[in-house]
């Protein structure tokens, strides 16, 4: 165990890691200034464990009807040893007709099997390498829940997308299965983008697969094939996206995890995110100190922060205890760049505080807004 490892493991306490997977991963660019976020992922813990015991309300969840439709609809696509995937994959990349070899490897190993992930990936891994290096006499490869790896914080986490491995004139390309459905050819901006950053964990596993065994990692496209629903129907359609921004951002935001040391350098000694289980299993550390273990990790709250983060509603009501401009939304953050207080901002103002030579023109915009607002009061008198 590395001296990281170990200040990781203090900062978890008694509870096992949780592992990094594509969704959390996705995650780090939604909110990448928040240190709080940063250690918790990075040393395993539970948030929603956290957010429990705090007594907090937690992020809305897909239903079980959503999830089961999910289902349904991965297995709709993959039936019959991908039969109705393969034509969907030809007219999305513009193949001509040939013949495809299809894997499903959940079928690899046994439920007796100490690691089945390890054993999956390892499997995984050679099906990849035997088409990139065209041992094989169908270089066209579709794997059904593969197992891929990635280097995290200096970590190994694996990851299982939906499908990989098409390959088209010796390029890779990763295929996503969605529910949510394609209307007149647009799927909507907000969830195709969290498909696409969730995708691009996946190009980077695949292009650090592919590297270890001395193959350029640019034979993995950046283009993401997604199959959805089309239109009101069941009936799945693919469609091509670029996925080249997403997995720059996430690349840049797995960088930033080096600077862990740093971050838990700015921690209290002693300080621990632990909920002092007891027999039962029933957290039974004090509410107040794990609040005021959890202050001492710098938040970077957005009102965003409740699509995805379990401690949102205990960041949100920090910040409004603060009066942070944060509380206000991202667009009035952005707009009041380097004011993080609403009592500064009004200060300001009022002219109670002299600007300083970078807040001079947020301050006339400011001043501005007041006399607008001043404007319409009095006319609306």
Known sequence: MTSLDARL???????????????????????????????????????????????????????????????????????QAGAPLVPLLRHALGLTPSEVSYEDVNSVGSDDDRSPLALRRAHTRSRILSAAHRRSDTPRTLLDHPVLRLTVAGHQVYLEPDVIAFQRDGLFHIVEIKSFPVIHGQPDPIKANAALTQAAAYVLALRELLADDGLPPDRVSDTVILVNPRNFTHHPTATPFSAHKQVKNL????????????????????????????????????????????????????????????????????ARNQSRTAALGTAVR???????????????????LHPSQDQHDITRALRHAQRVHADLQTDTA
Not at 14 to 28: D, E, K, S, V, W
Not at 49 to 63: D, M, Q, T, W, Y
Not at 266 to 284: E, V, Y
């Open 9 to 79: 493991g203090a900062l978890r306490g008694t509870a096992p890691p949780l592992p990094h997977n594509a969704r959390t991963l996705a995650a780090l660019t939604t909110n990448p200034s928040c240190d709080r976020r940063s250690l918790l992922d990075a040393a395993g813990i539970d948030k929603d464990a956290l957010a429990a015991h705090l007594g907090l309300p937690r992020p809305l969840r897909k239903s079980r009807l959503a999830l089961d439709y999910g289902l349904a609809f991965e297995h709709k696509v993959t039936a």
């Open 251 to 318: 690349s840049r935001h797995l960088g930033r995890l080096r600077r862990l040391p740093e971050l838990l350098d700015r921690l209290p000694p002693n300080t621990t995110f632990d909920l002092a289980p007891g027999p039962d299993q029933r957290p039974t550390r004090p509410r107040d100190e794990l609040a005021d273990a959890l202050a001492t990790a710098r938040p970077h709250y957005t009102p965003d922060c409740r699509n995805h983060c379990d401690l949102a509603f205990h960041c949100r009501t920090e």
């Open 334 to 352: 952005d707009d009041l760049a380097g004011i993080d207080t609403i009592a500064t901002a009004l200060a300001l103002t009022d002219g109670h």
